[in-house]
């Protein structure tokens, strides 16, 4: 009826009325025609509520959903009930009269519309309602907040009531304008978005009552002059400003909503790729459009934006995939006549849409907006010839119209969605093979399931990519914080991105049910180590086959493998294994156990919460399982037999000293829901200790994570998982719990082997001695700060340096003592819990610690004139002396305390100071006063040990040859050269008195 064009482009030329009336008549044909398609799509209880939807606006009756006062802002413009909607509102409510009398004679209600699928291809049963209320209110208005609550009511009795999910959105068309932003979330886009609502709002609204648009009156072509002709248009009174609602133009969409609106898919395509891509395709048209008409790129027309510290990010990318029929598509339009030439410059598509109508009568099916959508995709991938990533656009659309083509239709006629998308796909020229493939993909198994992850990931990065570099060129307009952009990366980040151990995630939405009857993991080993896969189906089906089957998957651990199936649900609870392995020891009880371990820790499905991507990725479980496929005592496992012993510690079990734990995988996950599996082949505990530790550094404000620990070995397993346990709680207890300074050491013993732990500079540090003697001598080494020492509770049992442990509570020096006959074995902690070790003759106790204790109180002395570790020494008093006692071996010794007795500094000596200094050659040399007799370095040379023994020898009454012992030691020149990575503390000065003494006696033995 009204197929010419309308042409009121020139209003300065007047407007022929007539033609504005066919113009609106089209528009509401249009409109006719999707509300008949929605309805035909619903269920009749919804299809009844959709009728009733403007009444319920229109008057505030008791007995009518959303009730809540007769104040309630009420009354929708120029709207009257027909009969059968009356009729509906009765069956609702019996008691319900309708009056025009009692309606509201103000309307504050402006109009109502539906936007999104509904009326579309894509409308589907699930399908719900965005209704727009919008009202002339203002926000102030006394009754503002019952009108809000009567939409939450009506939402509530929709959903409660016919199975309907419905959201209100309450807008003021002269506010709309007014950009608002919010925060991103899981249930907000985040940014502001003004024009690309008002794009979508234009082309997918479907108007139910009250006032229509008047954008509709306005041509496209005057869409930049928008003001100027709506001023004009409304001025002369071609349009009752009372009848129309003007939510403004739509010239252009600015590059920075791209930013915001991609923000928003690309988190929900996270989840639900499918139905993100086909509208992160369209900004992408845009923002390409955009790009487009800002620069000039060339005569290749691609437009690349470079920024030198990322790579090089081409909007346009060529590919020679061809798509099977992208020749004949190109030629054929299954939805109409072409929209217009303009389709493919960018333009918002709600102008191509406007275009349209004025051209001709509208073709519902061609102005379908997911049709429009996949139509824009479409031509921009075609000119840049990308046919790869168009043929993913069209499984995207095919999945989002959701009419599986390949089964049979169970109504007697088609609909016309279904009628549509044949169209469609028969110029795609799928095969009934590949339709049937798509319509399956609910049972799509793994290797389908990772194969179109890849291409969708891409397609995300590629867009990721791209809002990035947007991000950087728009810094000044755009219209969301950058902790919007963070957060995103974020969760690409742990979704998406590839590291070392990282367990990926493959099923985002593809596939409903990956789970499978049967898995077989296969151990291999070839020149690059041991692997492993797995394969669909059980071991006889393998053998039975007797060909070569592509594994799912590979990696290098079986724990990696089953929790890469569990995580993915590939490995479900009614799932069979095989493991296949030679050498490779697990039972059939050990495997049930080890699969529900796996199962106990982490529960699938795995959600995780917007919120925790807010701040950064904080482990919070951690689960080591040790011993996966080995046997501790292997030859007596063979036999059936396990080792029973009193010496029940795991890492140095029985009398063997036989560390128990020779593998271990460690598994662990963040808040995130990254999940990283470790595995350990050889020296287990330090690299779990190293691995947990690294992560973990004392210090740092983190709260530690849930730490479990399983074993699952023949006889000992729960031994060994008790003792891992326990040994992490004691070294939590050390290094975290505040009560020990960060630098304190931990002493575990290991098999026949002592570990000695310490944090340096944040880091843990490891090293392992294979004597005791040795791991003495790494004790007394200097220390940065007091570093006292805890032994673990298994280790040390029968040696002294755990007793001596136990008393060095806090910073002091501490002198112990252990009697053997005719010897004495002396150990002195000093200030930093350096522990220095010495032997030496016994004679009497006054003997021995007479010269000792001067010795200390004189160094400690000389420390704090020379200003060296001013506030860090303890006073004299501090001094402490014990004699250890008992027998050590058999684990019955103790320490006793001795004090010093007033005599002992009364006795007579002979004091015998030395004095260190640095010759040119940078080394040690000596100037010896013994009772203030001075000998030298210079005029003894390499006799200067003889000649102070000569000295002594004459000093004592009958020559006797006992030991004698330097009283005092200056370091005061040397300290740069004796202490280059730590200040100079006690422990300097006796081990200079040590090696003094020792050229002295040495010498006194030999005269």
């Known amino acids: ?99 025009r009398d009692l309606t509201e004679k103000n309307a ?39 009108l809000d609550r009567k939409c939450h009511l009506i939402s509530q009795w929709a959903a409660q009531q016919i199975n309907l999910e419905v959201h209100f959105f309450l807008m003021r068309s002269d506010e709309f304008s007014v950009q608002r932003i919010q925060s991103l979330s899981s249930e907000a886009s985040g940014s502001a978005q003004h024009y690309l609502l008002l794009d979508e709002f234009y082309r997918t609204a479907l108007w139910l009552a009250g006032k229509i648009p008047l954008w509709w009156f306005i041509p496209a072509s005057q869409e930049h002059n928008y003001a100027n002709y709506r001023d004009q248009l409304l001025g002369k009174r071609f349009v009752n400003r009372d009848d129309v609602i003007d939510f403004g133009g739509l010239p252009y969409i600015p590059a920075n909503e791209f930013i915001g609106a991609g923000i928003w898919q690309l988190y929900k395509a996270i989840e639900s790729p499918y139905k993100s891509v086909l509208k992160l395709l ?93 139509r824009r995709i479409e031509q921009y991938l075609q000119k840049h010839n990308q046919l790869q990533r168009l043929d993913l656009v069209r499984r995207c659309f095919y999945f989002k119209v959701n009419k599986p083509l390949s089964r049979t239709n169970r109504q007697p006629n088609k609909t016309w969605q279904r009628k549509l998308l044949e169209e469609l796909v028969k110029s795609w020229h799928w095969s009934a093979h590949q339709l049937h493939m798509l319509d399956n993909r609910a049972y799509w198994k793994a290797p389908h399931v990772i194969t179109e992850r890849a291409l969708l990931v891409n397609e995300l990065n590629h867009s990721y990519r791209l809002l990035s570099e947007l991000s950087k060129h728009q810094q000044s307009d755009i219209a969301i914080s950058s902790d919007e952009l963070i957060i995103l990366g974020r969760k690409l980040h742990a979704a998406f ?126 689960l080591i399982i040790v011993n996966t496929g080995v046997e501790p005592q292997a030859d007596l496992h063979k036999k059936g037999m396990q080792m029973l ?195 030496t003759e016994y004679h009497n106790q ?17 420390q704090l004139l020379d200003g060296d570790n001013t506030g860090t020494l303890p006073d004299t008093k501090d001094v402490t002396i014990f004699e250890l006692t008992g027998n050590i071996k058999q684990q019955q010794g103790h320490a006793e305390r001795r004090q010093l007795h007033s005599d002992l500094s009364q006795l007579h000596f002979i004091n015998i100071k030395a004095i260190a200094e640095i010759d040119d050659e940078q080394q040690l040399r000596f100037t010896i006063y013994c009772n203030e007799q001075e000998f030298s370095a210079l005029a003894y040379g390499d006799d200067l040990f003889g000649a102070v023994a000569s000295y002594i020898i004459r000093r004592r009454q009958h020559g006797e040859r006992y030991p004698c012992y330097i009283t005092d030691l200056d370091l005061s020149l040397c300290h740069d050269t004796i202490a280059q990575q730590t200040d100079v503390q006690l422990g300097h000065y006796l081990q200079l008195k040590s090696e003094l003494e020792n050229k002295l006696n040495s010498a006194l033995n030999a005269l």
Not at 320 to 345: C, H, L, R, V
Request: hydrophobic share 35%; net charge negative.
């Open 108 to 146: 504050s209600i402006d109009a109502l519309f539906i936007m999104g699928s509904i009326g579309t291809i894509a409308q589907s049963d699930s399908s719900d309602l965005d209704v727009w209320v919008c009202h002339s209110l203002s926000a102030n208005h006394e009754y503002f907040s019952e």
């Open 846 to 862: 006054q003997t021995l610690l007479r010269p000792l204790v001067n010795f200390i109180n004189a160094a400690m002395q000389r």
């Open 497 to 622: 991105e590839r590291k070392a151990g990282k367990i990926e995630w493959i099923n985002p939405g593809i596939s409903r049910d990956l789970s499978e009857d049967n898995l077989c993991f296969i151990r291999e080993h070839n020149d690059n180590g041991e692997s492993w896969q797995v394969v669909r189906g059980s071991q006889n089906d393998l053998a039975l086959r007797n060909i070569d089957v592509e594994p799912i998957k590979r990696s290098r651990s079986l724990l990696e493998l089953l929790l890469w199936c569990h995580a993915n649900e590939i490995l479900a609870s009614h799932t069979n294994t095989d493991v296949i392995g030679k050498q490779f020891l697990l039972s059939v009880s050990q495997k049930q156990q080890l699969i529900q371990a796996l199962q106990q820790w982490l529960p699938v499905p795995l959600t995780i919460e917007h919120q925790y991507f807010t701040r950064p990725a904080t482990i919070e479980k951690l």
């Open 645 to 839: 012993s009193s010496q029940r510690d795991a890492l140095g079990y029985s009398g063997l000293r036989e560390n128990l734990m020779i593998n271990a995988d460690v598994i662990q996950i963040n808040s995130w829901g990254e999940l990283i599996c470790r595995h350990y082949a050889s020296d287990a505990l330090i690299n779990c200790l190293l691995h947990y530790f690294r992560l973990f550094p004392p210090g740092k404000q983190f709260g530690l994570p849930e730490l479990s620990v399983r074993c699952f070995s023949s006889g000992q397993g729960n031994n060994i998982a008790q003792r891992l346990t326990e040994l992490w709680r004691d070294l939590i207890s050390c290094f975290y719990s505040g009560t020990r300074p960060r630098s304190c050491r931990y002493i575990l013993e290991m098999g026949d082997e002592y570990l000695l732990l310490q944090f340096v500079q944040q880091q843990l540090q490891i090293q392992r001695f294979k004597s005791y003697a040795k791991l003495l001598d790494k004790l007394a080494q200097a220390q940065t700060d007091f570093s006292p020492i805890v032994i673990d509770r298994y280790g040390l049992r029968d040696k002294p340096l755990r007793i001596i442990c136990e008393q060095v509570k806090q910073r002091g020096v501490y002198v112990f003592y252990q009697l053997e006959h005719t010897r004495a074995q002396i150990t002195i902690v000093d200030e930093r819990g350096s522990v220095f070790t010495t032997n």
């Open 282 to 374: 369209l900004l992408e048209v845009y923002a390409s459009s955009e790009v487009d008409e800002r620069a000039d790129f060339g005569t290749a027309g691609a437009a690349v934006i470079n920024d030198d510290s990322t790579p090089q990010i081409g909007l346009y990318q060529s590919s020679n995939n061809e798509a099977p029929g992208d020749q004949e598509a190109n030629q054929q339009n299954p939805t109409g006549p072409s929209i217009s030439k303009d389709a493919i410059n960018g333009e918002p598509l709600a102008l191509s849409f406007k275009r349209a109508i004025y051209a001709q009568d509208p073709d519902a099916n061609a102005l379908d907006p997911y049709v429009m959508v996949y």
């Open 1 to 99: 009826m009204y197929s010419r064009p309308i042409d009121i482009h020139d209003i300065d030329e007047g407007v022929d009325r007539k033609q504005l009336n066919q113009l609106r008549q089209r528009f509401l044909d249009l409109n006719q025609l999707r509300h008949q398609r929605t309805c035909a799509a619903l269920p009749e209880r919804q299809q009844q509520f959709l009728q009733l939807l403007p009444l319920l606006f229109h008057v505030n009756h008791p007995m009518l959903p959303g009730y809540i006062s007769h104040s309630t802002p009420a009354g929708v413009y120029r709207y009257t009930p027909n009969s059968d909607e009356l009729r509906l509102a009765k069956i609702l409510a019996r008691s319900f009269q309708y009056n």
